[in-house]
Structures are given as C-alpha cells and as structure tokens.
C-alpha cells in the first residue's frame, strides 16, 4: 500500500560511481511501474516507466529492473552525478482499475564529491 | 504539449482559515486528475482523485475536500485549517485510463501557524 509517514532511507554514492535504488512492490497484479526523481521543493519528474511484460528497460543513463517473481523493481543510475542527487520513488499502477498510482517509501540519494 | 500549474507555490496560513488551492492541465481533455500531500521528508499520500467533471474520490478522511469545476481544473479546499494541515501539496494529472505515467505539477508549500 501506499507508504506515508516513514522516513526515508538514504543511499550515498560516490560520484562517478554508479547506483542502485530498490524498491518493492505490493501487487502481482500490478501491470505498469514508474520511478521519479523529487529534487527539493520541486514536484516529482517521470524517469523512465516499464511495463509487466518486460524484465529491463534502459534509458539515458538509467536502466529499470523488474523481477515479477519476487515484486521487485530496481533503478540503476550509471555514473551518478550531483545533480542526481535526489528523492527516488517507484510507483505502480493500481490493478483493481481505480487509475490511482501506489507509491513507494521513496529513497533519498546523496552523490559524494 | 501538455502543461500542469499549480499556484500558489508558498502559502502561509493561520488555523482556522479557509483554504482554496487551484490545479490546471492544459493541452490535453478528459484527463485524470490527483492531489497529494507530502509531509516533510516523507512519501507521498493520496489525497483525493477524480475521473471525469465532478466525479471525486476521496481516499483519506480528512479536513480537506475537492472539487472538479471543469475538466481541467482541480481544486482543493478546507474550511478551517488545522496545524496538522501542513504539507506539501501536489496535484498531478494522467491520461485517462491506465498504463501510463502521471505528470506532477511544482507544489504547493503550505505551512499553518
């Protein structure tokens, strides 16, 4: 279900590096995935998505991992930036046809210089 | 292309006030719409969502309430403020059905002193 009120874990990453942000999801049902990038004070910006019929999707820099089998989905970032330095979430479909998105804890990412 | 807003961007207000925050999407009909609240350093909780003109769900009971005038317009509104009121608030908007992203507007900061 949705996840409010728990505080965010954090990753730090070194610059250059490259990073990984978990996340689980809560329905087999759920057929389409999302995952945003919430800098400070800003609305959350669409990443990349990936539908249940695929196992990885790559965009710029950015590759998303699905593993039905064990409802979990992955954001890897290549070459993490500073300006990546942000809040992640994943974000799933809700598959009972309601059209609402069910939203991961959310992950923050700190890049170290 | 499609646009969202959301004004306004800061909100200062005292308990008891009313409140009236207004959303709209331009370059697209029939659109899904959404209202989030973000405490600070937290996830994102769904608030109320609506399919169509003056068809709203409401998903948490709450001192809030909103309205859809027209078919791109969303409206959350509270009579008398609570401290507890305070938040982050984000409307956001997706093409209607499902199977795709929705799109963020940049936030309301409301803060209830």
């Known amino acids: 279900g949705e996840s409010v009120g728990l505080h965010l874990p954090t990753l730090s990453v070194q610059e250059g590096d490259n990073s990984i942000i978990n996340c689980a999801y809560s329905n087999s049902a759920s057929d389409y995935f999302i995952w945003y990038k919430q800098e400070s004070g800003k609305g959350p910006q669409f990443i990349i998505d990936?539908?249940?019929?695929?196992d990885k999707r790559q965009g710029q820099r950015v590759t998303v991992l699905l593993n039905k089998t064990v409802k979990h989905l992955s954001l890897q970032i290549a070459a993490t930036q500073p300006g990546d330095s942000a809040v992640y979430f994943c974000a799933e479909d809700d598959p009972s046809g309601t059209y609402k998105y069910i939203f991961g804890t959310g992950t923050r990412l700190k890049v170290l210089a | 292309s499609q646009t969202i807003h959301q004004w306004p961007a800061t909100l200062v207000q005292p308990v008891g006030s009313p409140l009236s925050l207004e959303c709209t999407v331009e370059g697209t009909s029939n659109p899904n719409l959404y209202w989030y609240r973000q405490a600070a350093g937290r996830g994102l909780q769904l608030l109320f969502y609506?399919?169509?003109?003056?068809?709203i769900s409401s998903e948490v009971p709450q001192n809030l309430s909103a309205s859809r005038p027209q078919d791109r317009q969303f409206i959350l509104s509270s009579k008398k403020l609570l401290l507890s009121d305070s938040g982050f608030y984000l409307c956001?908007?997706?093409?209607?059905?499902?199977?795709?992203?929705?799109?963020f507007g940049q936030g309301t900061r409301l803060t209830v002193v």
């Open positions: 990936i539908r249940s019929n695929m």
């Open positions: 956001a908007w997706s093409v209607l059905g499902q199977g795709t992203e929705a799109f």
């Open positions: 609506s399919v169509g003109i003056g068809q």
